[in-house]
């Protein structure tokens, strides 16, 4: 009968609407961030998230009234080097000038741990979160705070030393710890060494199973341990002992969309289970005394004062517990979140999809469109590639020092896949930034490059919009795939082979393009070299026309002069009021490169009449060159002798002359010369030489700058030399992406300081920004680097 009826019932499946509404958002953190909300993810932090490694949240009330300074500084150092030690990354929690850290510097957390300086620091419940942040305070977060920061970045995990719960005597006071209920709502396994001691244990598990929530033993007995103490007298419901099972505990609420988070009790180390029965009775006698003083009605200001009297009594041995417990739940926490990412990355990595997947379930393939509506626009536009990045790494041989490197059959190594392509990386760094500044700019970056109706497609825009990027510029091309650029490196990481296919970028048709910078008013325009001649030719002749200033990232040496057929098509117009191309950005291969085509090309470029009027009015003569030599002559680095050698390159291989002759076609060009430090060459003319705080400067040997004027001053010409930020080899991690990352500031710089360059000050301003976004990048792994969030803290824009 049975069988009869499952053949005649129809088998139900949940529609993809259905699912949507069911399912629970992972994280929420995107969402506050794109309403401006206060919280500064640390950079560590941020990158373990977005690449779903293990994270381990810390709550600061032990820091800011659990233990006295130093102590508690230098516990709440050892719990994060525990959450470490086991493979996580430590995300300690906490309030500071009205700002939420999920993630703290050691600068910060010596802040909130040193109340002796800082009185003012508060402890933090959901109560207190929205007026202590209105009010700019500095504050501890509690278990149920810390609770709900983490759940909103995605923090899977939380270690902390005890739970709080059902006080004693609540049935009168109705004194209940308001961690019981949050522990309803954040879906995270909270590890601690059960609830705190001086609570109504008993109570306490009743409640949390009158509220559903799942209370787990951990360890080789199903008691339930009491702070102090491995036994409290009462028993858990379930029992586990190892991370794997309480991270499959986790992931199945994952999988049921299930909101709630569980409680992992784990009991205090056996060498401190002898002191647990004198700690206790020193518990009951602090329990008295707070009745009898009223103590124990003062809410928030009952635990601290009862956890400092138990001290007290016991000579300071209770302290010494209260430190070991929480280093141990913050171990266990950080083996429990390494089994979860685990777990996590097997189970996404058994989808396979293939490149073209037409409508993916779930994929607003416009989803920038629909939301463009809110958003203000744009002051800077880059236009270029969005790729997806996939690099293959092969595994060294295991037990040698061999090198994996005739790779002709498949071989054991890692995989990786990222956002990438050069407009996207631009677009990111400059994006980051702008936003660190200020909320204001947030959106005053919008990046025009087309993606696929493919899963490729559906990853570069959920990237983009999780770091809070627009995606309004997106365009979707159906007919065509999203740009995928996959490698293949050795295991000392050379690069041994791989495949591009980035044709969907010379799909982009010029009217599409025109028709959303319409909708902006850029106050600069940025390109890359990935587009055809026909869109630069048009893209560059839009923007001379509306006087947009133009930026052009050469992107490599083949494809530097990809801009020349726009350059000549504007020299050959009526009247040329200025260089065809406002800024340009190539390495010092490229420049050859160009300057090589610019002379010999079919083009004949420097053929040109309005080459030689622009090199005619430049004036520069005898004294340019004797002020070159001297500066070739200064250090590439500081004022001494340096490995790198000195300037001589600027003479010896043509650079400054090859720049000299190109400002006819670029005004401002600013050379990446490498571990030597960049180049800036540029003239300044017109009414603009007259009003420019160069036409009052002069050559400045010392200063690493050449000042050149024409007699009649109409036209300044300004050679510099900016040092490079040194960077020990064995910090650099990455050099791919360090160039998009200088190119990205420089633009965010220009975008609300388009003058930069005419003020000795403020170019000096944007350079120093500018070098240190791409020090950040190569010290990290990213193409952009996080930290490129930060630098509000120590630079300015203006």
């Known amino acids: 009968m049975y069988l009869l009826q499952r053949r005649a019932t129809p088998l139900l499946r949940p529609t993809s609407a259905s699912l949507q509404c069911i399912k629970r958002p992972v994280s929420s953190l995107s969402a506050a961030l794109k309403q401006f909300a206060p919280i500064d993810v640390h950079p560590e932090v941020q990158d373990a998230l977005a690449h779903s490694r293990p994270v381990v949240a810390l709550e600061t009330?032990?820091?800011?009234?659990?233990?006295?300074?130093?102590?508690?500084?230098?516990?709440?150092?050892s719990v994060e080097n525990n959450v470490r030690k086991a493979g996580a990354v430590p995300a300690t929690i906490g309030l500071i000038e009205g700002r939420v850290k999920i993630g703290l510097e050691p600068r910060e957390l010596e802040h909130l741990a040193d109340v002796a300086k800082n009185p003012g620091v508060v402890k933090l419940s959901r109560r207190d979160l929205g007026a202590a942040i209105s009010l700019k305070k500095d504050g501890g977060t509690t278990c149920s705070t810390t609770l709900i920061l983490a759940a909103l970045a995605g923090i899977k995990v939380f270690a902390t030393g005890g739970l709080g719960g059902v006080h004693r005597g609540a049935e009168s006071t109705m004194d209940i710890s308001a961690d019981l209920h949050e522990l309803t709502r954040c879906p995270l396994g909270l590890v601690s060494a059960g609830v705190k001691s001086i609570l109504d244990i008993g109570r306490t598990l009743e409640y949390l199973e009158t509220l559903g929530v799942p209370v787990v033993s951990y360890g080789p007995t199903d008691d339930f341990p009491a702070f102090y103490s491995r036994r409290s007298g009462f028993k858990s419901p379930w029992r586990i002992d190892d991370p794997v099972s309480a991270a499959k505990i986790l992931y199945t609420h994952e999988q049921l969309g299930m909101s709630n988070g569980a409680l992992f009790a784990v009991p205090i180390p056996e060498q401190y289970e002898s002191v647990g029965e004198q700690l206790q009775r020193a518990v009951e006698q602090a329990v008295k005394e707070s009745e009898e003083n009223g103590v124990s009605r003062r809410g928030k200001e009952a635990t601290p004062w009862l956890l400092k009297r138990v001290g007290e009594l016991t000579a300071g041995k209770s302290l010494a517990s209260n430190i070991a417990l929480i280093q141990n739940t913050a171990t266990v926490g950080g083996q429990i979140a390494v089994a979860y990412a685990q777990l996590a990355s097997e189970a996404t990595g058994k989808a396979s999809h293939p490149h073209v997947v037409h409508q993916a379930a779930g994929f607003n393939p416009d989803p920038g469109h629909k939301k463009s509506t809110h958003l203000p626009p744009a002051k800077l536009v880059v236009i270029g590639s969005a790729a997806v990045d996939i690099t293959a790494r092969a595994d060294p041989v295991p037990g040698t020092t061999t090198v994996h490197n005739n790779l002709q059959t498949t071989t054991p190594g890692v995989i990786s896949l990222t956002s990438g392509g050069v407009g996207r990386n631009v677009a990111e760094a400059a994006h980051r930034i702008l936003s660190s500044h200020s909320k204001e700019f947030a959106h005053t970056t919008v990046l025009l490059s087309p993606v696929g109706d493919d899963v490729f497609g559906q990853l570069l825009v959920s990237e983009s919009e999780n770091i809070g990027m627009r995606t309004d510029g997106l365009i979707k091309v159906p007919a065509a795939r999203t740009a995928v650029c996959n490698m293949v490196l050795d295991s000392a990481g050379g690069l041994t082979g791989g495949v591009a296919d980035m044709e969907i970028i010379r799909s982009l048709e010029v009217s599409k393009i025109t028709e959303i910078i319409d909708k902006h008013h850029p106050t600069i325009m940025a390109m890359d070299a990935n587009m055809s001649q026909e869109t630069l030719k048009s893209l560059v002749k839009y923007a001379n026309k509306r006087h947009i200033p133009t930026?052009?990232?050469?992107?490599?040496?083949?494809?530097?002069?990809?801009?020349?057929?726009?350059?000549?098509?504007?020299?050959?117009?009526?009247?040329?009021?200025?260089?065809?191309?406002?800024?340009?950005?190539?390495?010092?291969?490229?420049?050859?490169?160009?300057?090589?085509?610019?002379?010999?090309?079919?083009l004949e470029l420097t053929a040109h009449k309005y080459w030689w009027k622009v090199v005619d009015d430049m004036g520069l003569g005898s004294d340019f060159r004797m002020e070159l030599e001297r500066l070739s002559r200064r250090s590439a680095v500081g004022d001494e002798p340096a490995p790198t050698g000195n300037l001589s390159f600027l003479v010896d291989n043509g650079i400054a002359q090859m720049a000299i002759n190109l400002l006819p076609f670029f005004q401002h060009l600013i050379i990446k010369c490498g571990e030597r430090g960049l180049i800036a060459a540029f003239r300044?003319?017109?009414?603009?030489?007259?009003?420019?705080?160069?036409?009052?400067?002069?050559?400045?040997?010392?200063?690493?700058?050449?000042?050149?004027?024409?007699?009649?001053?109409?036209?300044?010409?300004?050679?510099?030399?900016?040092?490079?930020?040194?960077?020990?080899?064995?910090?650099?991690?990455?050099?791919?992406?360090?160039?998009d990352s200088l190119v990205g500031s420089m633009l965010a710089t220009l975008s609300q300081t388009p003058d930069a360059f005419d003020n000795p000050e403020s170019l000096d301003q944007l350079v120093e920004q500018a070098q240190l976004a791409a020090v950040y990048t190569l010290q990290s792994e990213h193409a952009v680097s996080p930290r490129l969030s930060t630098l509000s803290s120590n630079e300015s824009l203006h």
């Open 61 to 77: 009330t032990i820091v800011t009234h659990g233990m006295p300074y130093p102590t508690n500084r230098e516990t709440a150092e």
């Open 551 to 602: 930026f052009f990232e050469p992107t490599s040496v083949p494809k530097s002069t990809v801009i020349f057929p726009a350059v000549a098509a504007a020299l050959n117009t009526a009247s040329i009021p200025r260089a065809p191309v406002t800024f340009a950005t190539p390495n010092v291969l490229e420049l050859a490169h160009m300057y090589q085509e610019a002379c010999a090309s079919p």
């Open 684 to 739: 300044v003319s017109g009414e603009q030489a007259h009003n420019s705080a160069w036409a009052t400067q002069s050559s400045n040997i010392f200063a690493r700058q050449i000042v050149a004027r024409h007699k009649s001053r109409s036209s300044v010409v300004v050679l510099k030399h900016f040092p490079p930020i040194q960077v020990p080899e064995e910090k650099i991690v990455n050099v791919t992406g360090a160039g």
